[in-house]
């Protein structure tokens, strides 16, 4: 069965300093992976997806991940966190068939100044 | 373009109380999925529909019905809300099936049953 885990539930950095948010994936095919944002009291947004294609996906706000089936891993990261980076993030993969995603528990971003 | 949108943003129900909460989206996106949101287990997919006039069960449908009578609603019942259901539910639309197609999400409803 597919599954995605999170392996941080809550990852604080300073403002200006790399950012590292885990995500493993279990899946007996090719899956499609998204990295989704919601910030507080919002809907969720697209941070970007991989689908397959270059295993390296950028995406919106600097953040990008890469797809590594020898690790099973789809990591996010961006070079330098922004205050405005702070949200929690939700690693996402797609069943395929009506596209049902199965979501990881989220990670909480705090930026601090 | 509005998106995805949810109506109420907010509601208190009391145990036994029934409501439906509306989700509209003008992209006309065929997909259309309604999710709970609770602490620790992210999202987890309640019902879903491929087109107009067709619905089907997700991961925790116990409790909801759902309605999809026109392309750009997608209705979710609480026939008999229970505490249980206290949570935030998102409505989610998405244009094809290729498993790659980004979901774009409502705002939100919160739900609190006493």
């Known amino acids: 069965a597919q599954s995605v885990t999170q392996l941080d539930s809550h990852v604080s950095v300073s403002e200006g300093t790399p950012v590292l948010l885990r995500c493993n994936y279990s899946?007996?095919?090719?899956?499609?992976l998204f990295w989704y944002v919601q910030h507080p009291n919002k809907g969720l947004q697209l941070l970007l997806k991989?689908?397959?294609?270059?295993?390296l996906v950028k995406g919106i706000n600097g953040f990008e991940a890469e797809f590594k089936k020898s690790e099973t891993s789809f990591h996010l990261t961006k070079p330098s966190a922004h205050m405005s980076d702070a949200a929690e993030y939700f690693c996402v993969v797609s069943l395929g068939g009506f596209q049902k995603l199965v979501f990881g528990t989220g990670t909480r971003l705090l930026v601090s100044p | 373009n509005a998106g995805v949108t949810q109506t109420p943003k907010f509601r208190v129900l009391k145990t036994g109380q029934s409501m439906t909460l509306l989700c509209a989206q003008d992209m006309n996106h065929e997909y259309m999925y309604w999710y709970r949101q609770d602490p620790g287990m992210g999202l987890r997919l309640i019902h879903y529909s491929v087109g107009e006039g067709t619905t089907a069960k997700g991961e925790v449908p116990d409790g909801y019905n759902v309605s999809r009578l026109k392309k750009q609603n997608f209705l979710l019942g609480l026939e008999s809300a229970a505490p249980s259901q206290t949570s935030v539910y998102f409505c989610?639309?998405?244009?094809?099936?290729?498993?790659?197609?980004?979901?774009?999400f409502g705002p939100g409803t919160r739900l609190l049953v006493l």
């Open positions: 989610a639309s998405s244009y094809g099936t290729s498993g790659a197609e980004t979901q774009y």
């Open positions: 899946s007996s095919y090719s899956p499609s």
């Open positions: 991989y689908t397959s294609a270059a295993t």
